[in-house]
Nanobody
């Protein structure tokens, strides 16, 4: 079992930045690929970013490409999401997720563990 706890959300003006953190506990972080997803009111959960354990390869949803960066610190069992040039359309609850595979995925259905989410609100 893996427990995930997100932090770092909040209110920010358009054009600003936030860094989300996701701390994992319960089992070794090793071998888990990590992802970030978000869900705005009335919308489906959307893929944001993911990083494969095996290669460290990262990839991003089209709406955040070039603005968001996923990274991880395995010594701290923590994954981060650096969000720059934020726009109001980025407003959502952000979730981190862990997948017991060395290869990451953009499908929320393929993740095994989820955090409780952290709210990000971008004002115009």
């Amino acid at each position: 079992q893996v427990q995930l706890v997100e932090s770092g959300g909040g209110l920010v003006q358009a054009g600003g930045s936030l860094r989300l953190s996701c701390a994992a506990s319960g089992r070794t972080f090793s071998g888990y690929s990590m992802g970030w997803f978000r869900q705005a009111p009335g919308k489906e959960r959307e893929f944001v970013a993911a990083e494969s354990w095996s290669s460290g390869y990262t990839y991003y949803g089209d709406s955040v490409k070039g603005r968001f960066t996923i990274s991880r610190d395995n010594a701290k069992n923590t994954v981060y999401l650096q969000m720059d040039s934020l726009i109001p359309e980025d407003t959502a609850v952000y979730f981190c997720a862990a997948r017991s595979s060395v290869i990451a995925s953009s499908s929320s259905l393929s993740y095994d563990y989820w955090g409780q989410g952290t709210q990000v609100t971008v004002s115009s």
